[in-house]
């Protein structure tokens, strides 16, 4: 069921090597992750360069360069601190945070659809910030996005009866609060005026126009705290991902390892939401690219954060520079790229996915 | 109608899906929850012709309702109810269509989650209208079945070519591709939507559905492609019966399953299509229907497709009641209250079900 390259007999994966550290200390890595993640590291330092230099008002390379011995003087430290440097960090950050939230989901759910979209969080946050439109002055935007998406999933583990246990029953009742929360966004958008139906369909694209430091900050504080402890629970999800019996019996207690990765994926999904709108499709595809560069049955955390804050980066850096007339919204484009690329990987594979 | 005896261990042993463990629904049973169901449909009939800004009693429904029929109606009464025909007459299509489109996806694709929605029906409805409102100076009072309909087909064709390949088309390929040109279209709506102010003043409004402000000529519009996908899609419930039992065993029981699976998809396109040109893309009927169905009549197909078409009908009047009585004296989009209705439905009949997907 989840995207698993299985080892035909006559193919090998070259297993993975040891690298220690004296006697105590020890990991294993695999000489063509390690390879693929500098790859991912190195292209995205160039999408930010680009970013940084594109279009009539970005730096010349010469000032690119000189950032690293002087700091930034005039027209150029106003596009780097004001503009687009804050832009470019949030979508690294929220690309991050999304790349990790599907990556968790998918894992647990042994689903390749599993996504923030499948527990109702996203439609959560859309409905959560339409209601600041219908009673304003209550919430900020962000913090309301917040509290809709967490009521969202928690009304969602109520509904299944069993926690997330049950990865059919959670997609089922995932649809169901999402229908909800959808309507109440429908509800806010055919009652507020032009102009504010407007401001939030933007914003439930997810954009990324504007942001300043303090979107940074938000996304970067959420990073901390929950990547390590997302890291620390790789090996039980590795052994989770090969079905709730096999590790049962090597000893993961399956039942809380899903509910506290869910718990970790929403809180990383809330947080990019709550900084750039409920982004489409990033959470949903990084994992299976990473899967599929990597070469693995089970994406880790590393490699869907590196291509997570690819995607963002690269269809932010796309839709500042495409001229229709009028600001896109990324999650546009990420729709749109998004939707193609997962039409093409599941054509290819033609496996059979729950929808 | 006496179902046949699938319940034996020889068709629907250990591999078989749980729910064809469950035995048959008997004729006397299916029959004593269709005439429940028909009462449900009249009650919400007569409902959707009284209730509103101005309340009328059944009798005087009644009345205007022969009047209505005669023609010689002048009453103020016969004017209410006459101006609540389209809405109610919609209701009815609408919501059988959804429902009846939902159970056809659902049995095609053996996932218990498909939406009607799910070929891309809507999406390219919308993309339709979106592209008439930006380019051809459409107005967005109605939802106009001419455009709204090539639309709807014209995608399904697209997505029915990209799932076909050398070997037909697979359930699952069905389904992807539905929902990538579904995602594509989105984005191309919401990128105009966006950056076209006055589209999406319009786009705004129609994209949740509703009831209201519709007239007898979009009834009659829509009529004749509705009546045919669903006297095609009522034809399908044995051949759903037996694909349910998986593709090769379908085709053992002398069931060709590519004619099938065509036949069915273009039922379900054709009613999807229609409900979404007449009243715009109202959500969710279609998925929680044949659920709510289901949790009473087992997964028998042909008692399955009837009832369907039923109480589709009957919860998408009872909703445009419902929003005429929250809002008054305005009223609340159709398309907001069915899902907060169908919601808790949808997720009660799930937690009866034993297992699913």
Redesign the interface.
Known sequence: MSGVRTLTGNRTVPGPRTFRLGKRLSFQYRRRSVLICLLLTIALILVGAFTLTAGELGLTWRELFGLAVSPPQGSASFVLERLRGPRFLTAVGAGIAFGVAGSLFQTVTRNPLGSPEVVGLTSGAAAGAAATTLWPGYLPVPVAAILGGAIAVGLVWLSTGRGFARPGKLIVAGIGISAVATALTSLAMTTVGEQQAQTLAFYLNGSLASRSWSHVATIAAALVLVLPAAAALQRQLNLVSLGDDMAEALGVRVVRTRTVAILLAVVLAAAAVSVCGPVAFVALVAPQIALRLLGVSAPGVVAPALVGALVLTLSDFTVQQIDVGAALPVGIFTAALGSLYLGYLLFGEARKGVL | MVPAQAGNPGAAGAGAPAALRRPLLGAGRGTALLAAGLGLLFLAVITSLAVGAHQLSPAEVAASLWTEITGTGSTYADDVVASRMPRTVLGIVAGAALAVAGVIMQGLTR????DPG?LGVNAGAAAAMVTGMAFFGLGATSANVWVALPGALLTVLVVYG?AS?RRGS?P??L???G??IS??L???I??I???R?DV??MY??W??GSLSGRTMEQAYDVLPFFLVGLIAALATGRTLNALALGEEAAASLGLRPQTAKVTGALAAALLCASATAAVGPI??VG?AVPHIVRSFTGPDHRWLLVLSAVVGPALLLFADVAGRLVAQPGE??T??????L???L??LA??RMR???
């Open positions: 996932n218990p989650l498909a799910i990209l390949g697979t699952v390929r389904v992807l591709a929902t990538v995602a594509v989105l984005s191309y919401q990128a939507a966006l950056t102010p999406f003043a705004r409004f994209a949740v959500g969710f998925l609340m989009l398309g907001v209250i069915t899902a907060l169908g919601a808790p949808l997720i799930v937690r297992a699913v997907a």
